[in-house]
């Protein structure tokens, strides 16, 4: 039996107007602005009086530990959305937008797949309407300012020893995580050490997405900490005059926009933190306009739960007053294998012991969003090779673990596959809840990194060399205690180790580095191998993209 590509089916989808798409939302058509036909950038002044109204429902949906078996957490978001508009429900989908690293490497886009995808597929995982540019270039300008300030007589008294501000592209380039800058002579400023991030990793792009408003974003602009003073003082991009500026090049970004599943339903994409080195979820902004204009509102977090639903839940709803009625967990019959000890070749052949032993990985996930006081429940992703046995096993495990396992098919039927798993995400978003994050503000910063390597990672404890304790001791004593973490850690395996599938024990987290992202607001804990800047694999996928005769995109997936 053969199949359309992503790409192929994208390309096919009969797209609506985006000005029809914004009316079912109740969106006039002057508060679009649009880029081209059929995507839009929804206008501040529309969300400012959006105050007052009620909020939808919120649905996070999350998964297991990535495999490359696949599991299909966009997918399952964009036919969520899809199939509660099916059931009569006004519902909208949140995600983020895709990075262009991912996309030419290995991991492909961030627009779904199947017959749950959301349109234009091929604008949203190349340039889009420009915001990752834009946070390029904003996150760039205080590199060069500050630059710029010590060449000029260094009147901030910045210690270039002590310059904590990389530089960022989007683009995987391993080649440019540790650099040398300024050579070739006087005129070219003081040489020093440096290196690059990829945008996605950028805290301007942590701070668009968290931030409520446009004197919100350049509040959180100015308090970023870019390095410190020979005597240890914090230099802030609002101590070099750079946040102005730096708003002005995020003035449109910081605007949501607007685009379209292939059923014709409203899905707002902004924002593109990743969950293994960030925070991971889209903009505050975007889920908060969504809430006030529709009444069930599908999000996802990146990666596994044990980092993007942590995050979701301890770090955005935390800062932006946000409580998930429903979560869902998506997991495959194959990446239950996985976990089980099958190789990859091996996946096509019924293997029903290994299914049971592979969910103890999405055992534990489940066990941990309940642990946030939210009720839970298990979307199985399927592939046509799966065998009704190795899905009852998947469904008789989640059972005993007090969480209902229903079969989702929206990746070859679209919303007519994922009806069942409406009905229970609405059964649930009415059942009351007690969400809370794990930790408390007040807790001291190292406490909190124990907490989440114990409770969420299930750790022995965290590790760390007494100059970490140190400078989270410091970033107290100066008024950053109350900060929440921002594990960036491999999303793999529960452990540091990418390699440990499943649910392993007796491990500790190691914490190599620690960084205050004071503008965002939280401290970035640095785990293991973990790299800020990733590279492209021995076969990027940049080698098969390419245009074909007649002028379309081919190789996107």
């Not at 500050?146 to 901030?156: A, C, M, Q, T």
């Not at 006030?292 to 739960?305: R, S």
């Not at 098919?409 to 798993?421: D, K, M, T, V």
Request: charged share 20%; net charge negative.
């Amino acid at each position: 039996m053969s199949f359309k590509s992503d790409i192929e089916i994208a390309r096919e989808a009969q797209k609506r107007p985006i000005q029809e798409i914004g009316a079912k939302l109740g969106i006039p058509e002057g508060d679009l602005l649009p880029y081209g036909h059929d995507k839009a950038k929804v206008s501040q002044s529309f969300i400012d009086g959006l105050a007052g109204r009620a909020d939808g429902k919120l649905v996070l949906v999350t998964a297991i530990n990535p495999t490359p078996a696949g599991e299909g957490k966009t997918t399952t978001t964009v036919g969520l959305g899809d199939g509660l508009n099916r059931i009569g429900k006004n519902a909208a989908i949140c995600i983020r937008e895709a990075s262009l690293g991912p996309c030419f490497g290995m991991k492909g886009g961030a627009a779904g797949g199947g017959y749950a995808q959301v349109v234009p597929m091929e604008d949203m995982n190349l340039h889009f309407t420009g915001d990752f540019h834009a946070i390029t270039s904003a996150h760039n300008l205080l590199s060069a300012m500050i630059d710029n300030s010590i060449y000029w007589g260094n009147p901030l008294d910045i210690d270039i020893r002590r310059v904590t501000w990389r530089r960022v592209m989007d683009m995987n380039d391993r080649a440019l995580r540790d650099i040398v800058t300024s050579l070739g002579g006087v005129a070219n400023g003081f040489p020093r050490q440096a290196g690059f991030d990829i945008t996605v990793a950028s805290e301007v792009m942590a701070c668009l997405c968290l931030a409520a408003d446009l004197a919100d974003l350049q509040e959180r602009l100015g308090r970023i900490i870019v390095g410190y003073t020979r005597d240890r003082q914090p230099v802030t991009a609002r101590d070099l005059k750079a946040d102005g500026a730096m708003t002005v090049l995020l003035k449109d970004a910081m605007q949501p926009n607007l685009v379209q599943t292939l059923e014709n339903n409203p899905a707002f994409v902004h924002g593109g933190p990743f969950a293994n080195i960030a925070h991971g979820c889209n903009s505050v902004i975007a889920t908060k306009t969504a809430l006030k204009l529709a009444d069930y509102v599908v999000t996802e977090a990146g990666f596994g739960a044990d980092l993007g639903a942590e995050k979701f839940m301890d770090i955005k709803c935390r800062m932006a007053g946000l409580a998930p009625a429903a979560v869902v967990v998506v997991a495959t019959v194959r990446a239950m294998k996985m976990n089980g000890g099958v190789a990859k070749a091996d996946l096509g052949a019924e293997n029903v012991e290994a299914v049971r032993a592979g969910c103890a990985n999405l055992g534990r996930h489940i066990e941990n969003v309940k642990g946030f006081g939210v009720p839970v429940v298990v979307s199985i992703n399927h592939f046509a090779g799966d065998t009704e046995a190795e899905i009852a096993a998947v469904q008789d495990y989640c059972t005993a673990q007090g969480a209902e396992a229903v079969v989702s098919r929206h990746w070859a039927q679209g919303s007519a596959g994922i009806e069942p798993l409406a009905h229970k995400v609405v059964e649930l978003a009415d059942t009351p809840s007690t969400f809370a994050p794990i930790y408390p503000a007040e807790m001291g910063l190292w406490e909190k990194i124990e907490t989440i390597a114990t409770r969420i990672y299930r750790a022995d404890g965290a590790s760390a060399a007494e100059s970490v304790k140190k400078q989270l001791k410091t970033w107290e004593d100066q008024g950053w205690g109350h900060l929440p973490i921002c594990m960036a850690k491999t999303q793999y395996s529960f452990t540091t180790d990418p390699n440990r599938r499943g649910a392993p024990t007796g491990f500790d987290i190691p914490v190599r580095e620690v960084r205050l992202s004071a503008g965002a607001g939280f401290v970035v804990a640095i785990c293991g191998e973990i790299m800020t800047m990733p590279g492209l694999p021995k076969v990027p996928s940049a080698e098969a993209i390419r245009m074909n005769v007649a002028g379309q995109i081919e190789g996107l997936f």
